[in-house]
């Protein structure tokens, strides 16, 4: 994979604040011509650094009134285990972050739901999938910040994998 210079963080910052906003624009903005940034943008899909373009959605104006970060416990660390666990979970829509942990969980997952309700079936569904040994919720009572852009300054300069 190549490095990633200046402009690549450039483009990289702009479609993560607006993927909307046409290419010619983007490429004005960060100093490019229009085919100039699409050969950088399709380069950036081909290496994976691009994942995907999505509009974020409003959970609150969706009616996605409640946030849930839900701690799992379990006793079984096989690949067997994990693999229909995560194909489980994968399964359900209401769960917007899957995580495998360190420390005293295994696993962490946000949900977004409309209700305690909404909660309480996402719930069910997920001690079914398999066996688990302690299932913890913990209830966001403010959503403060939740932009899901990736800090492009943090990445190290000259890092071998771009």
């Not at 990633?4 to 100093?31: F, H």
């Amino acid at each position: 994979m190549r490095k990633l210079d200046q402009r690549d963080r450039a483009l990289l910052n702009a479609l993560q604040t607006d993927a909307s906003e046409s290419l010619s624009a983007i490429a004005e903005r960060v100093g490019l011509s229009q085919n100039a940034a699409w050969r950088r943008v399709k380069a950036l899909e081909e290496d994976g650094i691009i994942e995907g373009r999505y509009a974020k959605l409003s959970p609150d104006k969706l009616g996605l009134d409640l946030t849930v970060f839900v701690t799992i416990k379990t006793a079984q660390h096989t690949q067997d285990w994990l693999d229909i666990f995560a194909k489980g979970v994968a399964q359900l829509s209401e769960v917007v972050g899957f995580y495998r942990m360190s420390g005293d969980v295994d696993y962490l997952l946000k949900i977004l739901v409309a209700d305690m309700d909404g909660y309480d079936r996402v719930y069910k569904k997920l001690i079914s999938i398999a066996p688990l040994a302690d299932v913890s919720s913990s209830f966001a009572m403010e959503r403060i910040k939740d932009t899901g852009a990736v800090p492009l300054d943090d990445i190290p300069r000259g890092d071998n994998r771009f």
